[in-house]
């Protein structure tokens, strides 16, 4: 196969790219196998445009807008818009940032919580409620809608590794169970595992992360619990807690998630990640999380509870990296945590990259400046 442009990694960021890519008529290979090491073999991630930031507000409105597009066209929903609520210090800045994007984000109190989701948060923290489109995301559903559309836009979706990466003097060879394709350009979309195809390197910390799933499948009294994040939360060996509401995994089994940032949490070596993964992660996290879940939905009767080890891709300037590596090389990744529901915008700024007119966004391109190490 020849193409122009392979995408490694076939992600929520590298699906995304390869279907921007592929709609703007370029002849493009998205190689990539299924989910067992990535970031979004799960069932839910937290979506809103309610941000820390106002880069990361606005990367995650352009992406939001476009996500009924992306289902429709595919036949593959993935959104569930039941609201999201932010529980910070400064969260009343959040929401001035988010609605200048179109949210609907307003400060809330107390006991409009209490009452309304069950949940309560004792601690004088400002509180932010996002209605649709706030709630949460089907990751691989998303990404099953993207490799669909790049597939309808021509681009060949190809379920493997990508096992070598050579230069050539036409462009490189890419190498793999399914043999060679050869490609002018390549765009690296390969989250936390990516291994080592070249040479280059970047500064990304992978962080071991620690998540609780908790079976429950809702209050059923007309209390809603949205997705949620939480900074300072009741048991603080998390500095910040975020979770998704019930949500029904392919066993049928209906179950809540709890993840956290641990406090002196230690990088995992790549040569490190299998093995992390062969664990149940953390215990002492996943007992501080367990902590959190129970102090933050005192009226939930949770059945029994399970732990999972993941990892998320830190970079050293908080935001994913999307440009220029080498001649013919970019890479796009690098999602320090949030980057699922914003990834359709992350994939077409990377799509940006190998079109003639260049940088393709309002957000200036140094933010998105590979750092290397
Ligand atoms: C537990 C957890 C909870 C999270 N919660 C949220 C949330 O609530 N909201 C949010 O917005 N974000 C969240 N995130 C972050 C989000 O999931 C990531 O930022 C996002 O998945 C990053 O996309 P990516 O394409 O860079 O990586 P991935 O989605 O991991 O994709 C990378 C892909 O590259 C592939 N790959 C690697 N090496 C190769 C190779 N050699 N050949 C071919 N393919 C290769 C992998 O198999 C993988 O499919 C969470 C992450 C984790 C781990």
């Known amino acids: 196969m020849d193409v122009d442009i392979a995408v490694v990694g076939r992600g929520m960021i590298g699906g995304a790219a390869g279907r921007h890519l592929a709609e703007r008529g370029h002849t493009v290979a998205l190689i990539g196998p299924g989910d067992e090491y990535s970031s979004h073999g799960d069932a839910g991630r937290i979506t809103r445009i309610v941000g820390r930031t106002e880069i990361w507000t606005e ?12 289902a429709e066209r595919s036949g593959i929903d993935f959104h569930v818009p039941c609201g999201f609520l932010a529980a910070y210090l400064d969260a009343a800045e959040w929401a001035d940032r988010a609605r200048a994007f179109g949210s609907d984000a307003r400060v809330v109190d107390r006991e409009w919580v209490r009452q309304g989701t069950g949940i309560d948060v004792a601690n004088g923290l400002g ?13 691989r559903r998303l990404v099953a809608a993207q490799s669909r559309l790049a597939e309808v836009a021509g681009a060949s979706v190809v379920n493997a590794d990508v096992a070598s990466l050579r230069a050539t003097s036409a462009g490189f060879e890419v190498g793999g169970s399914f043999g060679i394709i050869v490609a002018r350009r390549v765009l690296l979309a390969t989250g936390a595992f990516a291994c080592d195809l070249t040479g280059i390197r970047l500064a990304v910390e992978r962080r071991p992360r620690t998540v609780v799933m908790a079976e429950w499948d809702g209050f059923g009294d007309g209390r809603t619990v949205p997705s949620f994040v939480c900074d300072q939360p009741p048991d603080d060996r998390v500095e910040e807690i975020y979770w998704n509401p019930p949500i029904e995994y392919p066993d049928g089994v ?10 002196g949490f230690v990088p995992l070596q790549q040569a490190e990640l299998v093995d992390w993964f062969h664990t149940d992660g953390n215990p002492v996290e996943a007992e501080c999380l367990t902590n959190n879940l129970r102090t933050l939905l005192p009226d939930a009767d949770f059945g029994p509870m399970s732990t ?3 990892v998320i891709t830190g970079t050293a300037t908080g935001y994913p990296y999307i440009g220029w590596v080498d001649d013919g090389l ?5 999602g320090n945590g949030s980057s699922a529901k914003s990834s359709d915008e992350l994939g077409r700024i990377a799509a940006g990259l190998f079109s003639e007119a260049g940088w ?3 957000i200036d391109q ?7 190490v």
Not at 330 to 334: D, F, M, Y
Not at 366 to 372: E, G, Q, T
């Open 127 to 139: 509180l932010v409620y996002e209605g649709a489109p706030g709630g949460y995301i089907q990751p």
């Open 59 to 70: 990367l995650a409105a352009n992406s939001i807008e476009r996500y009924a597009d992306i």
């Open 330 to 334: 970019a890479v796009a990744r690098g």
């Open 360 to 362: 393709d966004s309002p």
């Open 254 to 263: 209906v179950r809540m998630k709890i993840g956290g940032n641990l406090k």
């Open 366 to 372: 140094s933010v998105f400046a590979p750092v290397p």
């Open 308 to 310: 999972k080890p993941c």
